[in-house]
């Protein structure tokens, strides 16, 4: 038998969880939408035209069809998005965990024993991947601000060039015009500087992309071994059925413990990249509490169960099998 090496291992796991990527966002996107709509909307009280207003927005009204494609908003934004994350998360995860198993196994048994460590060590994957996934949030973002209707700019003078001719050829009216129309005293940053913007968020990201992704890699390889006894050497390969229903307890385990952190992450997202000031998560955390209650950092989780259970579930299943079915045909 030839061994195979690491490089081409990885490739072979990158373009699984590729392909897995780009099949999990055509079926489920529509759902991950309404999910998105759903967290953004500020409040309990009903909109006027109901929950399909909510989720439809202008489409509410409009044909089948029309609803149907509403829900396919930042399509483009999120195929890129969605590859390069699912080549990240599963492509990356049996490389980093066979690291940490073959330097530091010893050490895992003895602070969590023989039985979980390497649950312990697969958790641990998640953790690295979902710090360093932070890279791929502006991907992120401009998706959720395409789902969730928010305007990419705010301000004319970024939006419409027309807008910056007709006014003067000059720079200092324009400047002036920007802090007019600005809410705050202070002169927006350059529209350069605004693609900063875009990493809104990203320490309330890395939270949730931390703990999300121990959950879902320690509770998948936690029911693999110790529930269908799949961890041994001589163990036979697990089938489609087994990889499915770890991944689904896993994927509900994530959505569970990552959603307070999601309903903050999202609405540090949805506002113009050129909005003015810095906006805290801690004080959206605590108007949300103010105003909406404890079970607002709820919203959207059970959507995310019904849509983002099954199509992680689906993903990692797929992605999973297409490695080990890239690895046979060698």
């Known amino acids: 038998m030839r061994h195979e090496s690491g490089a081409s291992k990885a490739g072979k796991g990158v373009l699984g969880a590729a392909t897995a990527g780009f099949m999990e966002l055509f079926l489920f996107h529509p759902l991950d939408t309404a999910a998105k709509r759903l967290i953004n909307h500020r409040g309990w009280e009903a909109e006027k035209g109901g929950l399909a207003k909510i989720i439809f927005k202008d489409a509410s009204n409009g044909t089948v069809l029309n609803k149907v494609s509403s829900l396919y908003k930042a399509f483009g934004y999120a195929v890129g998005y969605k590859m390069l994350q699912r080549s990240l998360q599963f492509g990356s995860h049996p490389i980093i965990s066979d690291y940490l198993k073959t330097n530091y196994l010893p050490s895992f048994k003895e602070n969590f024993g023989d039985r979980m460590a390497k649950t312990m060590i697969s958790g641990v994957s998640g953790i690295i991947i979902g710090t360093f996934e932070v890279i791929l949030l502006p991907l992120d973002a401009l998706k959720v601000k395409r789902q969730t209707g928010v305007q990419f700019m705010s301000n004319p003078a970024y939006r419409n060039p027309s807008f910056v001719s007709s ?75 087994q990889l499915f229903t770890a991944s689904l307890c896993g994927a509900v385990m994530s959505i569970a413990v990552a959603a307070p952190f999601d309903v903050i992450k999202v609405r540090m997202q949805a506002t113009s990249i050129d909005s003015v000031g810095r906006i805290s998560g801690i004080e959206i955390f605590k108007s949300l509490m103010k105003t909406e209650g404890l079970w607002a950092l709820t919203k959207g989780c059970a959507p995310k169960m019904v849509a983002s259970g099954p199509k992680v579930a689906f993903s990692f299943t797929v992605a999973q099998w297409l490695t080990e079915y890239f690895s046979r045909q060698q």
């Open 167 to 241: 006014t003067s050829k000059s720079p200092l009216p324009i400047l002036q015009q920007n802090a007019t129309l600005s809410t705050s005293a202070s002169v927006r940053p350059s529209p350069p500087l605004l693609l900063f913007n875009l990493y809104r968020g990203a320490t309330w990201t890395a939270a949730r992309n931390s703990i999300g992704l121990f959950a879902l890699f320690g509770t998948s390889t936690f029911v693999k071994e110790d529930f269908y006894g799949l961890g041994g050497p001589e163990s036979p390969p697990a089938t489609v059925f």
